[in-house]
């Protein structure tokens, strides 16, 4: 009897120790369940309250401008990360509740780093949010088949330049002939009756009177050429600003991440379109607007409507300047009758008819540039290229600024075009103290949670809309 009895307490002992052993197994298993829950939780937790933060983006931005971007002024006076932090913070209590169960957990730090800007780089960040905003839509525009000619518009644009400069020298080499005395009978001697030397007939002169035809256009002031394209000034938008403390004028906040954007041509032309969308110019001008002539800003950067509109209108006189005098150096009768014109009014001083000559037909170039301006701000079009007779090519105003914008800097095309935003969100509702380096683009929110147990659990996630 009493060795049963050992027997027993034996296999009681062997279950006790066995039953110890998957009892500290399962504690172990059931614990390390419950962090990973935990974990997941405190993970669900931080991405809803992160996707909580982005439905708070900048609403004028995205449905006037098609931006995504979170204010992180909140429309205060005082941009802070600490703005979000709160925000996010909010959303995760509200997630969490205010439970004490087994499984419940608190945020106790939220933190944020690697932020990028819409203004970091020189604007390269908000340029390639243009650039996305523009491929959501269909199309670019008809610069796409223009990029074989933007090289030769550059030099166009050097040559128009060149061709005033030739002006003004064809002027002064006409002005020094003006007024000289050309002997056009010589002095005659000969011997009297009495077999002295006597001068006989007196030498006759006629005084050279040219009047240069450049005389009336070597004034190429932007303000002179808008005067001459434009049919009536009054009509001209006199809106100006104050650029001081525009976005392109400023010190700017800088992000402490980092942003990596392509460089391609297509993404330009990308941009272009986004102009086009968003902003107005002379022909279609934004009513609402700090200026009205936004392209024309953008192109330009100067402070008012006036001054921007003749900045463009004079480049684009450079682009039909340089065109015209090529094409009408192949008009054979043009040309023609310039030889016939110069020759009449050189006959004293003929050296001059090869200046007088280029002079006419440089003269007729302008003539032919203001008439196309003409064109151009009434609404017509006019071929980008005469000289090649590029006939199914026909631009209007706004495709020669899309031109002109497309050789532009981006870092131009970038900060002018958030001055203008900058200063039209500021007028509504709210917006004030609006300011694009208070708007993040992208940012690496990491949070801190702890558990009942007063463990924690560390997880980060990418806050960024693209």
Known sequence: MSRERRVDGSVSLFLTLTISVFLALAAVLIESARENTMLLQAETVLDTSVNSAMGEYHKVLWEEYGLLFIDCSYKSSQPSYQNLVQ????????????????????LTDVNVSSVVLATDDSGTVFYQRGVEAAKADTGVSILEQLLAYMTTVEELIA??????GMGSSLDDSIEEANGQEIEILPEVWGYDEDGNYVLEQEAEYEQVDITSPLKTILDTSEEFILGQAAADLSQVSSLSV??????????????????????????????????HTYMGNYRDPDADGNLQY????ILAGKDSDRKNLAAAVSRIFLIRMADNFMAIQQDTERVAAAEIGAGAVTFLVP?????????????????????????LLTGGKVQLLKSIELVDVELSYEQYLMILLFL??????????????????RQTDGNKEFRFDACIDSCLIGGIFEDSAGKTYSTDIELRYY
Do not use: C
């Not at 040559?159 to 005033?164: D, M």
């Not at 104050?242 to 941009?271: I, K, M, N, W, Y």
């Not at 532009?408 to 969100?425: F, P």
């Open 87 to 106: 925000h996010i913070q909010a959303a995760a209590d509200q997630n969490l509740g205010t439970g004490t169960g087994w499984l419940s957990m608190t």
């Open 159 to 164: 040559q128009g330049e060149t061709l005033l």
């Open 242 to 275: 104050d650029l001081s403390e525009a976005v392109s004028s400023r010190s700017l906040a800088v992000g402490q991440g980092s942003f990596e954007a392509d460089g391609e041509v297509t993404d330009r032309l990308f941009f272009l379109y986004y102009l």
């Open 294 to 297: 936004s392209m024309e800003y």
């Open 351 to 375: 050296y001059l008819q090869p200046v007088m000559k280029q002079a006419l037909l440089l003269y007729w170039s302008y003539e032919d540039s203001i008439e196309d301006l003409q064109t």
């Open 408 to 425: 532009t800097g981006r870092e131009n095309l970038s900060l002018r075009t958030m001055d203008l935003i900058e200063m039209d969100v």
